[in-house]
């Protein structure tokens, strides 16, 4: 089964939970770089009065076309068969950065190993029937992890919401 991530930017407060729970899940250490494999992001649009503010939660989206596992030369990038999880095997990767440059959303950070790094959407914790540590501590439910194609149904079925109710 492939898995993505979806995030509601309705319902993010910014409250980082998902970044503190990807630093510990992953024993990433806290510095004044980011460190987690999932950012948040704040994004401001508008003026006053009609300003908003909003968070984005932003990881590896696991793409199904990934262009970081076809800029990797070393095959150290590459998908999972049975989760579909885009993954680094460290001993293969020689840290040239193609993949973070290939990457639409520069995901892939280089690591204080050498190598690069990335969000593996908690691949232990799903391979025991368990949720990613940042979907599991969103306390308001904002981002969720599953199927593409029902979390696809998921993105439609709010779009479909808003145009009903804009009008």
Not at 8 to 27: E, K, S, W, Y
Not at 29 to 47: C, D, L, M, N, Y
């Amino acid at each position: 089964m492939s898995h993505a991530f979806y995030l509601d930017v309705d319902r993010c407060t910014g409250c980082f939970a998902c970044a503190v729970a990807c630093m510990d899940q992953n024993d990433l250490e806290i510095g004044p770089e980011p460190t987690a494999w999932r950012q948040v992001f704040k994004v401001e649009t508008g003026a006053a009065p009609e300003a908003r503010l909003r968070y984005v939660s932003l990881a590896c989206m696991h793409c199904e076309d990934a262009p970081c596992i076809m800029a990797c030369p070393t095959g150290a990038v590459a998908r999972e068969t049975g989760t579909r999880v885009v993954k680094v095997t460290a001993e293969l990767c020689i840290g040239c950065h193609s993949c973070s440059m290939a990457c639409p959303f520069g995901i892939p950070r280089f690591g204080k190993d050498g190598t690069m790094q990335k969000c593996d959407l908690c691949s232990v914790r799903l391979e025991n029937d368990l949720e990613p540590a940042c979907v599991r501590v969103c306390p308001t439910r904002a981002l969720r992890q599953g199927d593409p194609n029902e979390l696809s149904l998921t993105v439609a079925k709010k779009a479909a919401e808003r145009l009903a109710t804009s009008t």
